[in-house]
């Protein structure tokens, strides 16, 4: 109904923050829910790269905004692929990304890799953030739990997202863990199933095929 003065804007600006909020709060719920709840996965064997990639690419703006170095530390003799739901397995990665670029100060970085584990695929996210109280690593990814502290991991936000994390990862028979220092940062691990391609065994079978003749 006309143009809006400074304090209005910042009045109007604080508003939207907080539906936005809400909102993510209120899908968080949901999509946990839906999880707990057996939700059935779409397993399929899927390149880790390309999970990591599409992730990074989503996230890019984030990560320019707050001027943030997203790294991918790619091996070239390591390129694995995992039994998992790609999407829900994105949704895992998404959000531990995005905190760790939410938690890095402006000019940090945030770092994605992978690990081979033999019949696991370890993936990692470091970043070079505020770090995690010692207090809040072991109720880390309760549902409902925030930090007291006040320079403490949750200052800005709850556990919520890192709970969908630890049961998206619960549902693929993974494990999830965070090693952090306080003013140095934090790396999140998780554990996937590896993709076991079979052997090839078309030699042997050509052995075992053979005519086998007798001497009179």
């Known amino acids: 109904v006309g143009e809006l003065n400074e304090q209005q804007k910042n009045y ?7 539906i936005e909020t809400m909102s993510s709060m209120v899908n968080n719920l949901l999509d946990m829910d839906r999880i707990q709840a057996g939700m059935a996965l779409q397993i399929a064997p899927v390149k880790a790269i390309t999970i990591i990639k599409k992730v990074m ?25 995992v039994n998992a739901d790609q999407a829900l397995v994105e949704r895992a990665l998404y959000n531990l990304i995005e905190n760790g670029i939410k938690y890095t100060p402006v000019g940090g970085t945030v770092k994605i890799g992978l690990v081979d584990h033999g019949e696991k695929v370890l993936f990692q ?5 505020m770090g995690i109280a010692p207090l809040d690593i072991p ?5 409902s739990y925030r930090s007291s502290h006040r320079d403490g ?30 003013g140095k940062g934090s790396t999140f691990s998780f554990e996937l199933p ?23």
């Open 125 to 129: 996210v470091k970043d070079t953030g």
């Open 153 to 182: 991991f949750f200052q800005r936000g709850s556990s919520l997202g890192l709970s969908i994390v630890k049961s998206i990862i619960d549902r693929h028979g993974g494990k999830i863990w965070v090693d952090s220092q306080l």
């Open 139 to 143: 109720k880390l990814f309760d549902r």
């Open 194 to 216: 590896a993709s076991i391609k079979p052997t090839d065994n078309s030699a042997e079978d050509d052995t075992n095929n053979e005519e086998v003749k007798i001497a009179p």
């Open 57 to 81: 690419g989503n996230l890019n703006s984030q990560a320019i905004q707050k001027n943030i170095q997203l790294l991918l530390d790619e091996t070239e003799d390591f390129d694995p692929e």
């Open 12 to 18: 109007t600006k604080k508003i939207l923050t907080g």
